[in-house]
């Protein structure tokens, strides 16, 4: 990916506000992370899969994209907004909402 680019991104506290108005919120962890806890109302598409299921995301709608830090997710904003999408890096991922203390739902595998 070119680290030259503007990647747009929030933290977790604005990403819990804007997912509770309503923003998609995209987890692009892969299955096995995603079994063991995830971020309520979260649509997965792992990260894997990504380059054959992200037509699957709507092009009208803002997208709020995390991983387990934050890697995964901006490398998956920067092809977003390549393509013509309104995405958003939740930057620190599932580890700064954990130490946010904000609400996790135990995965499958809990």
Known sequence: ????????????????????QGTMF????????????????????PLSE?????EELPKDQQILIHCRSGQRSSDATIFLNQRGY????????????NEA???IEPGDDQ
């Open 1 to 20: 990916m070119d680290d030259s680019l503007e990647i747009p991104a929030i933290d977790v506290n604005e990403a819990k506000r804007r997912a509770a």
């Open 26 to 45: 995209l987890d692009v962890r892969e299955d096995h992370e995603f079994a063991q806890a995830r971020i309520p109302g979260t649509v997965l598409i």
């Open 50 to 54: 990504f380059m054959e299921r992200y």
């Open 86 to 97: 309104d995405a958003i890096n939740v930057t620190g991922g599932m580890i700064s909402w």
């Open 101 to 103: 203390g904000l609400p």
